[in-house]
């Protein structure tokens, strides 16, 4: 097997035992903790897919906010999960669920489909000629001073062209939901009613829980 | 590809391998922190690496960019756990 | 120029990351708190500073070596920032070292 394949074997079973570590602790700190590592896994697993702006999105969102306001919540509530009684229902449930959504994705066409509805579309075709059109104006201006000299459009990554120019209205939208989510947490844990700091009790080593899978 | 990339990806991944055992085992909170410092850490390589393997040096914005969250997300959490609290201000 | 770029290539990064290893294992097997941060401060430096000065002589251009060395300074003004913040939080809040004269190994959260 080539390296790239080793590598993608090796990330996607971190990803899965953190996952797997995630769901048996029952510190919540410690799952805080690993939430944000499993987030940089996912910007380093979505970078090795060749998609730097969502893994961007993932470090930023994932490892450092998401991560801090997880740890202000536990704040107000219990660091510990107390134990729940094991449900068949819920295992049916969850199962149940899952399978019809990986039933759902059978119907999604194959990766690079020449028939698939992004390729065929005739806009797909619009986008990618109007982001690589070569500008007709300043035949005397160097070329290749800027990285995004000579396009029509000045970003030199299609992605980033259609995400920040020609769908610029979506992402605006998607700023402004993200913000509003974050503002909304903010103000939430603000008005909750904080434990006073008490370092003798509070953050003194915790016995050693069950590891995962004991 | 270029055999030392390789290895020196396989060898930041067995690091993070390490700091994700002991962030599940340590005992203690600091621990935790600690382990997710390092894989913090480990993460601005593999990416700076990974840019490089790739072929695309493009990346390492990524990579400075991470290295400056992770910096600010361990202090938070130091804070939080100082003040009991994310609001400014010493007790 | 490809050969002394690869013959750099190995001399640098290889050493950079069998050093994040030494560092990750260190990690693991040191008994308590305040020796784990000895190990992962070498990862913070010496494994970080080998990888990224290795990448820099394999830039295609003047711009990535300077990025690569505004990492690398990123990461050698934080990393000993945050490691005496931890150092700091965890002992005022009394969590107490392992002394050399100590009766009981202490070992916290070994592999079992």
């Given amino acids: 097997m080539s390296g790239e394949q080793l590598i993608d074997i090796v990330l996607l079973t971190l990803l899965a035992s953190t996952a797997i570590a995630i769901a048996r602790l ?75 959504l990986v039933y759902g994705t059978l119907d999604m066409p194959s990766y690079g489909d020449p028939d698939a509805p992004a390729t065929t579309s005739p806009i ?16 005397g201006h160097a070329a290749g001073s800027n990285p995004g000299d000579g396009f029509v459009v000045g970003i030199p990554n299609t992605v980033t062209t259609v995400l920040a120019s020609f769908r610029g209205y979506d992402t605006m939208g998607e700023t402004a939901v993200i913000f509003t989510a974050g503002l909304g947490v903010l103000m939430v844990l603000a008005g909750a009613r904080h434990r006073r700091p008490d370092p003798s009790m ?3 080593p915790e016995p050693v829980d069950e590891g995962p899978g004991k | ?49 990974l840019g490089f393997f790739t072929g695309r ?14 910096f600010i997300g361990t202090i938070a959490i130091l804070k939080y756990f100082k003040c009991g609290s994310l609001a400014a201000g010493e007790d | 120029m490809d050969a002394v770029r690869e013959l750099l290539g190995w001399l640098w990064i290889v050493p950079g990351a069998t050093f994040c290893v030494i560092g ?14 000895h190990a992962a401060g070498v990862t913070d430096t010496l494994g970080a500073a080998l990888v990224l000065i290795g990448l820099m002589f394999q830039s295609p251009d003047w711009t990535v070596a300077v990025k690569l060395a505004l990492i690398l300074f990123f990461l050698y003004v934080t990393s000993p920032t945050a490691a005496h913040a931890l150092i700091h939080a ?23």
Wanted: include cysteine.
């Fill in chain 1, 26 to 100: 029952r510190n919540l700190l410690a799952t805080a903790m690993l939430t944000g590592i499993f987030s940089l896994l996912g910007a380093c697993w979505m970078l090795f897919l060749d998609a730097p702006d969502v893994a961007f999105t993932e470090a930023a969102v994932g490892a450092g906010m998401s991560t801090i306001l997880i740890l202000a919540t536990l704040c107000v509530v219990n660091a510990e999960e107390k134990p729940s009684r094991e449900s068949p229902i819920a295992l049916v449930a969850v199962l149940l669920t899952g399978g019809v």
């Fill in chain 1, 124 to 139: 797909t075709r619009i986008y990618l000629d109007s982001a690589n059109a070569p500008s007709e104006q300043e035949e």
């Fill in chain 1, 202 to 204: 509070e953050i003194e």
């Fill in chain 2, 1 to 49: 590809m270029k055999g030392y990339l390789a290895i020196a990806l396989l060898g930041i991944l067995v690091t993070m391998t390490l700091a994700l055992v002991r962030a599940t085992l340590g005992p203690s909170v600091y621990d935790r922190i600690l382990a997710v410092n390092t894989f913090g850490t480990a993460t601005v390589l593999f990416i700076a690496v």
């Fill in chain 2, 57 to 70: 040096p493009d990346f390492l914005d990524l990579a400075l960019l991470y290295a400056l969250l992770n």
């Fill in chain 3, 24 to 37: 990750g294992i260190g990690l693991l097997r040191f008994p308590e708190f305040y020796s784990r941060m």
């Fill in chain 3, 90 to 112: 965890a002992h005022t809040t009394g969590h107490e070292p392992l002394l050399a004269d100590d009766p009981a190994p202490a070992h916290e959260g070994d592999i079992p």
